[in-house]
């Protein structure tokens, strides 16, 4: 599967992932993305996206391992993922311009903007990388 994982560059952006070489993808509340952040399993494809100012994908990563429950929630209701960098993309691909293709109007990330863990199908990893290769 492919996965489209949100942070705010401030709090940890793909350059920190880059300098760590792994880190775990926590503090994820929202039930949706939660349901997403558990369907991740090991190797699943992963485009990193910088929101705030920037809101656009800027890297590629992997799942390191399976979803597993977060052991710092003793509910242990919440899961977390081990994540590892891949390449960043040649260029990023902003919001604006993927709401501005058609082919992404079911896309969550244009449907469900708040949403921080949502699935990529293969056709929409595809055209972001494709338009990520446009210089």
Avoid: C
């Avoid at 880190?23 to 369907?39: D, F, I, P, T, Y």
């Avoid at 190797?43 to 800027?58: I, N, P, S």
């Avoid at 896309?107 to 990388?129: G, K, Q």
């Amino acid at each position: 599967m492919n996965w489209l994982l949100k942070e705010e560059p401030t709090h940890y952006g793909f350059d920190e992932l880059v300098k760590d070489k792994k880190a775990v993808w926590s503090g994820v509340r929202n039930a949706l993305a939660q349901k997403h952040l558990r369907a991740i399993k090991k190797g699943d494809r992963l485009f990193y996206y910088h929101t705030g100012d920037e809101k656009a994908v800027v890297g590629v990563a992997k799942a390191l391992g399976d979803a597993y429950p977060d052991p710092d929630d003793e509910s242990g209701k919440p899961f977390v993922v081990d994540v590892a960098p891949v390449t960043r993309l040649p260029r990023p691909v902003t919001l604006a311009e993927i709401k501005a293709d058609g082919a992404f109007q079911d896309f969550p990330l244009v449907r469900i903007a708040r949403l921080s863990v949502m699935p990529v199908t293969d056709t929409e990893w595809t055209r972001i990388e494709r338009m990520a290769a446009k210089l």
